[in-house]
């Protein structure tokens, strides 16, 4: 087999066979085959797509091209959620002890965040003396003893993803749908889940930002998952602003306590039930999407998610106190707010760029060296749809800088007021079940 010929069928339209995909994955990973061929192939697979029978065999091609991490010893069905990317999505903090309430275990391997996204890890490291270095025996135990646990990232999972992903995003190749939803779903499968939720993202802040690409990625997500064997549902909500209000590491533990307990904001609330509902059913915990939610509804007003999240911080070192009282964790000796300069209704809060002017305060990572403040970010106290006071504060700044001129200008630009009434956006777009 030649890799030349494997480019020239592909440029030319044709599907490629089983074979010649495990011969392109397996060649490129272990460096036989150059970039500027992978590269070539890549472009060709951007211009004539791929049939679902092919995006199944590259996504298996990927997941067998390292380690994956196996499960079993874990009863029932393990279901992974996965999004996208969003700004201040603090719903797998919520959706861990959430669903573990019902008994669906929980088996989340996690990253740190960079740039305008947080990252799980991150954010739970605000507890006091929570940490995910655990070894994979302890992270077994966990979730067969309580239902959820999160580790951080170890083994190494698809070394062919790591490698194509870093290519395509230099020779322009990132946004092909085939590309995408292999690259995510091989991760997810090699993590070694039964079954998977996806929260794509779509608008401003999202990867995809119209809702028809971002509906044909989870689409083409849902059927990859669902030929190699593993279920997966996908629900595509709304990211052109931030999801729920608070953008920060401890600022996001205290706003998912606050939504465990059934007070949290609507738009958040209404993701995480939606998601949860998806999950509950796939690990045969209800029948229908209908009866999952009033369970989990249920959860979150008898106290049990709550206190399933205090177990689970405990349970990893985590000071569970932090539940009745989230000023155990960092606090920001700072806070600014920052007045509507007119009257009128908000129509635009751009999420990326709120995501960043979060990370100048030192929530997020710049880079991947950067230390992060656990203390700091936003509050946003109003949202699209709002009606806001000239003067009144659109959002809350937790600092421990004295100056945040910068942050307050990157805010004003991002944030809009209009004379005109405007509704709040859509959350959910749609649900592929
Ligand atoms: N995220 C991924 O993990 N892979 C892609 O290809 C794009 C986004
Ligand atoms: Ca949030």
Known sequence: ??????????????????????????????????????????????????????????????????????????????????????VGDTTTLILGPLVASLDVPVAKMSGRGLGHTGGTIDKLEAVPGFHVEIDKQEFIDLVNQNKVSVIGQTGNLTPADKKLYGLRDVTATVNSIPLIASSIMSKKIAAGADAIVLDVKTGAGAFMKSLEDSKELAEAMVRIGNQVGRNTMAVISDMNQPLGRAIGNALEVKEAIDTLNGNGPEDLT?????????????????????????????????????????????????????????????????????????????????????????????AGRATKESEIDLAVGLYLNKKVGDYVEEGDSLLTIYANQSDVEEVKAKLYENITVSDQKVDAPTLIHDSIT
């Open 1 to 86: 087999m030649r890799m030349y010929d494997i480019i020239a069928k592909k440029r030319d339209g044709q599907a490629l066979t089983k074979e010649e995909i495990n011969f392109f994955i397996e060649g490129y990973t272990n460096g036989d085959i150059p970039d500027y061929q992978a590269s070539a192939l890549c472009m060709a697979i951007f211009f004539q797509d791929m049939s679902d029978e092919e995006r199944a065999n590259i996504t298996t091609a990927m997941v067998n091209s390292g380690e994956t991490i196996d499960l079993s010893p874990i009863e029932g069905v393990k279901v992974d959620k996965h999004s996208t990317g969003g």
């Open 270 to 362: 209404e993701l995480c039930l939606t998601l949860g509902s998806q999950m509950v059913v796939l690990a045969g915990k209800a029948e229908t999407l209908d009866e999952a939610r009033h369970k989990l509804e249920e959860s979150m007003k008898n106290g049990k998610a709550l206190e399933k999240f205090a177990t689970f911080l405990a349970s990893q070192g985590g000071d569970g106190r932090v539940v009745e009282d989230p000023s155990i964790m960092p606090q920001a000796s700072k806070q600014f707010e920052l007045p509507a300069k007119k009257s009128g209704y908000v129509s635009d809060i751009v999420a990326d760029e709120i995501g960043t002017a979060a990370m100048m305060l030192g």
